[in-house]
């Protein structure tokens, strides 16, 4: 019989550390590691940088997504992605009983050119979408 062992909760030195990892807005309940959980700026700053580097790659992406756990930021992301020329963007409200977040998912190609793109993959990567 195997026994499962507790998490053990940081005590001393290094929950001190882990503590001032991130700032008190960062603590949430999430999993992983506290510097994996925020950024400076936070959120909208995080993915306003995602979106301004998605210029980059366009050419080499068909969609680009991030999660959007605040629904004040969407107001602010819809204009950058304006501003950034995006031709196509959606977003998904997904929810887990009282916890609501969403994703938004952009792209800089039109109809035809995420059909090309589409056809020209090979059948193993194009899933069943």
């Not at 940088?49 to 605040?70: C, H, K, N, P």
């Not at 304006?82 to 969403?102: N, P």
């Not at 792209?107 to 979408?129: I, N, S």
């Amino acid at each position: 019989m195997h026994r499962r062992a507790k998490p053990r909760r940081a005590t001393g030195a290094s929950a001190a550390i882990s503590r001032r990892a991130a700032p008190a807005s960062a603590r949430h309940n999430f999993g992983g590691q506290a510097g994996e959980l925020w950024c400076p700026g936070g959120e909208a700053r995080f993915v306003s940088r995602m979106i301004g580097e998605s210029v980059d790659f366009a050419s080499q992406v068909l969609w680009f997504t991030s999660l959007v756990s605040r629904s004040d930021h969407l107001a602010r992301l819809r204009f950058e992605l304006r501003k950034a020329a995006a031709v196509d963007v959606r977003e998904v409200t997904m929810a887990q009983g009282a916890k609501q977040s969403r994703f938004l998912a952009w792209t800089f190609h039109d109809v035809d050119a995420r059909r090309a793109w589409w056809h020209a993959a090979p059948t193993a990567q194009r899933g069943k979408a």
